[in-house]
């Protein structure tokens, strides 16, 4: 399978990282912890007089670089690749960008080593990858496209409603067996997974978000079927 793994929540520990330079930074303020977290955006769980202080928190330099890692997370990546899964790190920048993004790639450096800076994928718009499945700990995933991979919610306080599948570190393998095992398959089934949204999207009498030329129309880019673009 290929597998999409996000980087904040998954990998990096952005709560830790934000809870203690938030109290090293504002000792006398009160500090929302983690696991009584119910909102996705930590701005949202504090009083708006203090959300700019918390988005210069979480733009500042070293603040990404210095995220902990999660455990369990960089074994379970190699795990992953044991299995035989293609895995890609997808990451979506904060808007405030001018630390973050050289920052997300040191920081996979730092932990993961050279060889997984080259699997990042960076953007604003998750739904325009493709992948088997995208693990991520953000309750609900929109954007341009229909998403072709199915999305496994990373276990946190602030996503316990979610209705897609959960994950974590301790169960991940049985997890995506499972998934092996219902589509039939055990290697890269993208296609596969386009061929049903395709399908779903027909059902509902909806079409696709998607450009023709990728599923092949005769009238693609050059006239070729299915050819690269
Ligand atoms: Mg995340």
Not at 33 to 60: G, L, N
Request: hydrophobic content about 35%.
């Amino acid at each position: 399978m290929l597998v999409l793994v996000d980087q904040d929540g998954p990998l990096a520990d952005f709560e830790a990282g934000f809870c203690s330079r938030w109290s090293e930074k504002y000792p006398d303020r009160p500090v929302v912890p983690t696991e009584q977290r119910r909102s996705f955006y930590i701005k949202d769980e504090y009083p708006a007089e203090y959300r700019e202080d918390i988005m210069e928190i979480q733009s500042s330099p070293g603040f990404i670089l210095g995220l902990p890692l999660i455990p369990g997370a960089l074994d379970a990546l190699h795990g992953m690749e044991a299995e035989g899964d293609e895995v890609r790190i997808l990451t979506s920048p904060l808007t405030r960008y001018h630390n973050c993004v050289m920052e997300k790639y040191a920081w996979v450096d730092r932990h993961l080593g050279p060889d997984w800076v080259r699997r990042i994928i960076l953007t604003k718009d998750k739904t325009m990858v493709r992948g088997d499945v995208l693990i991520d700990d953000k309750p609900e995933i929109t954007g341009y496209f229909i998403p072709v991979w199915e999305h496994l919610v990373f276990d946190a306080a602030y996503n316990v409603d979610s209705l897609s599948r959960r994950i974590s570190w301790t169960d991940w393998r049985q997890v995506l067996r499972q998934i092996k095992i219902a589509r039939g398959t055990t290697g890269m089934s993208w296609r596969g997974t386009v061929g049903r949204m395709v399908e779903q999207a027909e059902q509902s009498q909806q079409e696709p978000h998607a450009p023709r030329h990728w599923y092949g129309s005769p009238q693609g880019r050059g006239g070729r079927i299915g050819g690269p673009v």
